[in-house]
């Protein structure tokens, strides 16, 4: 009979757990140590083992044991009488909890909260000046953990006793305090002042030096120069003076580093130098090297998900970098690898960012980039799962489409893009959503009056949903979107805009908070009265609620782009018929506010030539040549003192010379009429 | 048959060319984008006199590059069945970006001599063009812009449709009346064909314009 107490089933997963947990706290320092290893074993690399012990409460247990053990040494170092034996158990409980503080904390948040609030960050920095160096060494390695996460107090250079603290921790023959010294800083340098402080405090010598050492100085010296460098120009100038030992020409060697991570961070490096320090890298073949590096580290399993960022860091709104780039054929190697499906998460985003700042400039890169047929890669990434990278195919997108070329040969405004587009806008990711309106405002454009297939799309419906958004940057993006819709549409195009839109919420956007919004939903009415002599209509439905809008906001703003863009509503208005041009002298001249000077001669007298020109260009209108009225409204203008400031704006060099002329005319009829 | 322009370092089509409709400074609110302008081209021959209807629109206009581009419309066609549009870039002669030399597209600097002096507007200049292009001129407040309109695809017809867009236009817009002069160049066509334009208002007692934002 098969029927014994040894064949019962082994304890299940989660008591075998809690039973490390409770070993823990054993009274014998030995079970301690050997929970402590067990632990450490069991979490080492798997983040759903170091959940499972987070939530058991592991990290406050082993807490206690570092923080009862560091008590103990202190004793033992005050003369309390410990034997040999004792001391080496206690500090290898020490340097056990220790790590195993520091595995919970390594690339793992959770686990650098739950260590921060158990309070063992204070513990692990006291034991940095331990006299035993392998509790030195295991503590410096938690901290430097712990250091990576964003979560880790920020350190304050600018205390001089901070600063000496992080002199010793770079001084220090141990690799791992020299590496928790790179960490502190890589992690808590943020302003100028204090990438100032440790540069004259010498800290840039010292971390030169350890670009001579092994492979983790090596690495955490880089980082740690790249941030103290980073937009800093005075800061880069002391680096690459001679006398800090051709510090430049080290970190250029180390792109040639056999290790792929460092030849990674010697290019960042070298990026950041470039980029605040222009003079100090004007050689053109390491600009050259730089994307040839980059490009080849794309293949590396280690930090091929982080190159295509840094060569975005080094082409991005440069357009020489971008020549560079592209003789070097980096769209037809970043589209390889869109090629290798799949491609995860990270590195698509990487790639689909530097293709558009490929293609943030330069007509070649989009040209060459639509001829390797690779948008299709742009429009399936644009329903990832990753919002990151659904993002980034937008920003790829909206890159590409600022093509007029292309915009005008209609390639944008085809449900392949516009579909997914549209879909973004209920995006649950703000950035996504801002991203998604950046490249639909461009895509709109489209001057082959396909617009109706957007419209089809349930595009304008969405976009005044956003146009209501409490978020500004959604907002002002939605009705740029509407605005660039409306450029050149066709009359019932604008019906339906309108109709969607309201001529309530438009109004609403006209007297917007924001001057931002004001600015673009002016050059949206704009838009609306521009075109055929009905569209003018548009402001005067609902008892010329709009124009009443325009004429109060002209009243009332004062930021130079809300003023031009109503002005050139005026201008389009006051080029249509009498009642038109009537109307706009009713709002630039109330009958009410002959004592006040007019916002007219306001705009005339502003010191921004575009405003002038705006306002001049209205007045053209008012004044045309063949309109009955212009005669009653020079003579109205006269009065307002328009005439005479207008005659001495004739040699006004920056008016533009048609305006000038039409200047002429229409102060040479009224002259001539009186 | 269509060829594409071999691209200089400079032709860049940037993302302000929209920006650029008239809410940055602009060298003529006439010549901004949304703007139409209207003519004639006259594409008469030894054998018979012929001038196609003309339309232009200004799509994008890329001060800082010395680039402006649109599409030209021609109406009375006689091979094809609807308006033949095209796409056009155009380079503006800032003597920055562009000289009066055009380098390429098969013209001398003789050829581009002889359509520049076409027009009257640019005898003032001819002295020191002859020098250097003209680099040294400052064409700031001069009431003339001088232009390369370059046809680069065709927009609604395919390249089958009997039409060549081989050549570029010189071309001169006035500053004080909007008007656009031009002049075809294209070695394989009659010579001298004679672009003339005038800024359109649409029906209405006065101007109008539009604009749009690129992101």
């Known amino acids: ?674 | 048959m269509p060829v594409r322009v071999v691209e200089t370092s400079s032709a860049l089509s940037q993302p302000s060319g929209g920006t650029s409709g008239n809410t940055l400074p602009s060298v003529c609110t006439l010549l901004s984008v949304g703007q139409a302008f209207s003519g004639t081209q006259n594409v008469s021959s030894q054998q018979k006199d012929e001038a196609w209807r003309v339309n232009v629109r200004i799509q994008g206009c890329d001060l800082d590059h010395g680039y402006l581009c649109g599409t030209m419309e021609a109406l009375n066609v006689p091979m094809a069945d609807t308006p033949v549009v095209t796409f056009w870039e155009g380079e503006i002669v800032d003597t920055k970006n562009y000289t009066f030399f055009t380098g390429k597209w098969g013209a001398t600097s003789e050829d581009d001599i002889k359509h520049w002096t076409k027009f009257p507007s640019f005898s003032p200049l001819l002295s020191q063009v002859d020098v250097d292009g003209g680099k040294s001129l400052d064409l700031n407040n001069y009431p003339y812009i001088f232009m390369r309109w370059k046809e680069q695809y065709f927009v609604n017809v395919g390249t089958d449709c009997g039409l060549t867009i081989a050549g570029f236009y010189y071309v001169c817009f006035s500053s004080s009346d909007g008007s656009i002069n031009g002049f075809y160049y294209d070695p394989n066509s009659s010579p001298f064909q004679k672009l003339e334009l005038k800024s359109t208002n649409e029906g209405r007692l006065g101007f109008s314009f539009s604009s749009y934002e690129l992101q």
């Not at chain 1, 805009?497 to 009415?525: F, G, K, N």
């Open chain 1, 1 to 674: 009979m098969p029927a014994s107490a040894s064949s019962a089933p082994p304890p299940p997963t989660h008591s075998r757990r809690e039973d490390l947990i409770g070993r823990l706290s054993s009274s014998s320092s030995e079970a301690k140590l050997k929970a402590l290893r067990d632990l450490k074993n069991q979490i080492i690399g798997n983040r759903t083992k170091k959940l499972c012990f987070l939530k058991l409460g592991a990290v406050p247990s082993v807490t206690s044991i570092l923080s009862s053990s560091s008590a103990t040494a202190a004793a033992a170092a005050a003369g309390s009488v410990c034997s040999g034996n004792d001391v080496e158990l206690n500090d290898s409980l020490i340097i056990q909890s220790a790590a195993a503080i520091g595995s919970f904390a390594c690339g793992f948040d959770d686990g650098v909260k739950a260590v921060l609030d158990a309070g063992a960050f204070p513990l692990l920095l006291r034991l940095i000046s331990y006299p035993n160096d392998k509790v030195v060494g295991a503590a410096a390695r938690s901290l430097k953990f712990i250091y990576q996460s964003k979560l880790a107090p920020r350190y304050d250079f600018l205390q001089r006793n901070n600063m000496e603290f992080i002199q010793s921790l770079l001084n220090s023959e141990n690799e791992n305090v020299t590496g928790l010294g790179a960490s502190i800083i890589t992690h808590s340098c943020w302003t100028s002042m204090e990438q100032k402080a440790l540069s004259d405090a010498g800290i840039i010598k010292k971390l030169t030096c350890m670009l001579g050492g092994s492979v983790t100085q090596k690495d955490a010296s880089l980082e740690s120069l790249a941030t103290i460098l980073k937009g800093n120009p005075e800061v880069i100038a002391k680096f690459t003076e001679p006398e800090n030992g051709g510090a430049l020409g080290t970190v250029t060697e180390l792109t040639k580093d056999k290790n792929a991570r460092t030849r990674l961070l010697a290019c960042i490096c070298l990026i950041v130098i470039k980029n605040s320090a222009p003079s100090c890298l004007q050689d053109l073949r390491i600009k050259t090297k730089l994307i040839l590096i980059l490009l080849e580290l794309l293949d590396d399993d280690q930090v091929g998900d982080e190159a295509p960022f840094a060569l975005s860091s080094l082409i991005a709104e440069k357009e020489d970098l971008q020549v560079l780039a592209f003789e070097a054929n980096v769209i037809d190697k970043l589209v390889n690898h869109l090629r290798k499906a799949p491609v995860l998460s990270r590195r698509l985003e990487g790639i689909l960012i530097a293709l558009a700042n490929m293609c943030s400039r330069l007509e070649r890169c989009r040209d060459r980039l639509l001829s390797l047929e690779a948008m299709k890669f742009v429009t399936d990434a644009l329903s990832q799962d990753s919002g990151e990278v659904r993002a980034a195919a937008c920003v790829c997108l909206k890159n590409v489409s600022r093509s007029v070329k292309n915009l005008s040969a209609g390639l944008f405004m085809n449900e392949s893009f516009v579909a997914p587009l549209v879909q973004l806008l209920f995006d649950d990711l703000t950035f996504v959503q801002v991203s998604a309106l950046d490249a639909i405002s461009n895509i709109v454009v489209d001057f082959l009056a396909h617009k109706t297939m957007f419209m089809k799309c349930g595009g304008v419906k969405q976009l005044v949903q956003l146009s209501k958004s409490m978020d500004v940057t959604i907002r002002v993006k939605a009705v740029c979107a509407l605005r660039n819709l409306t450029f050149l549409v066709s009359d019932k195009c604008k019906e339906e805009i309108l109709s969607e839109l309201t001529q309530l919420t438009l109004r609403s956007l006209i007297c917007d908070p924001e001057a931002c919004v004001q600015e673009q939903a002016l050059a949206l009415v704009r838009n609306l009265v521009d075109g055929p002599l009905d569209s003018i209509q548009h402001v005067f439905a609902e008892d010329a609620l709009l124009l009443h809008a325009v004429g109060q906001q002209l009243q009332s703003a004062s930021k130079a782009e809300v003023l031009i863009q109503g002005m050139y509503v005026f201008t389009n208005v006051a080029s249509g018929n009498e009642v038109h041009k009537e109307a706009v002298m009713q709002e630039l001249f109330p009958p009410l506010a002959n004592e006040c000077e007019s916002i007219m001669s306001k705009f005339l007298h502003s010191d921004d030539s575009r405003l002038r020109t705006a306002a001049v260009w209205a007045l053209v209108n008012l004044t045309f040549p063949s309109s009955s009225g212009a005669f009653g409204r020079v003579m109205k203008l006269r009065n307002a003192g328009i005439v005479s400031q207008l005659k001495n704006m004739v040699n006004d060099p920056c008016l533009d010379l048609r305006v000038r002329t039409a200047l002429g005319q229409s102060v040479t009829s009224g002259d001539g009429s009186t």
